[in-house]
């Protein structure tokens, strides 16, 4: 009986959340009422207020769409390497992958500036780059491939058909050659040393993440008789 009355208690006061909740949470295709509405017109008209608006939509019509959780204003904060550490993470053990990760990037500072120190001329020291967030995007973008094969049934029978890999997929797949490369290496030295050695193999158009790409173009180009049918 006590568990039965803690239900409805429990019940009840979500249904009161529910009503009382802030208007930050709300699903994407929910559009709100003009916020303006209740301002006095003598202050601000809603002309004025359209006027305003740089991509010409209406006040009452903008949809305001809350941040998703992994945003973050901090000043160090990179969408890329938040994305590779989510990929990277098992368990839910993303306080450890972040420390993998920092020393991943520490990692590639160091060895970028002791090739700095070894080159002998101005025109060796400025092609090394020093910045190890620039050799990281680098390297993902190096390992981003432009195709990607698709199974389409056609007639009972499945056919791998190249298909045009969109940005996002693109993003999540190489970044899932570098990770994959690193995971499947007999390795007994630590993880983020091989992922620093790897990113830089990647950032040099090199490596085992980077022939991956190029493996899976050589597949997109022996099935391209059957490119015609991404269209069915």
């Excluded at 959340?17 to 802030?22: L, T």
């Excluded at 995007?137 to 432009?146: I, M, Q, S, Y």
């Excluded at 797949?173 to 007999?186: A, L, P």
Aim: charged share 30%.
């Amino acid at each position: 009986m006590a568990l039965c009355k803690g239900k409805t208690i429990y019940h009840t006061l979500l249904g009161i959340y529910k009503q009382q909740i802030s208007t930050s949470y709300f699903s994407t295709n929910k559009v709100l009422s003009n916020m303006y509405k209740d301002r006095v017109p003598s202050v601000q008209s809603i002309g004025e207020l359209n006027a305003l608006c740089i991509d010409d939509k209406p006040v009452e019509k903008k949809i305001r769409i809350p941040a998703k959780s992994e945003f973050s204003s901090a000043v160090t904060y990179d969408p890329i390497v938040q994305k590779f550490i989510n990929i990277l993470m098992r368990d839910g053990k993303k306080e450890k992958t972040r420390e993998i990760i920092e020393q991943v990037l520490e990692n590639i500072k160091m060895k970028q500036i002791e090739n700095y120190h070894k080159a002998t001329t101005d025109a060796e020291k400025a092609m090394v780059v020093t910045d190890p967030l620039k050799v990281f995007h680098g390297a993902v973008e190096n390992c981003k491939p432009l195709l990607i094969l698709k199974t389409i049934v056609k007639g009972g029978s499945g056919y791998r058909v190249p298909v045009y890999c969109h940005e996002r997929r693109r993003l999540r797949v190489g970044i899932n050659f570098i990770i994959k490369t690193c995971d499947t290496r007999k390795r007994k030295v630590p993880l983020s040393t091989v992922l620093a050695t790897e990113i830089l193999q990647a950032y040099n158009n090199e490596g085992n993440a980077v022939g991956k790409k190029h493996q899976l173009h050589k597949e997109c180009e022996a099935q391209r008789a059957f490119a015609h049918y991404r269209w069915k």
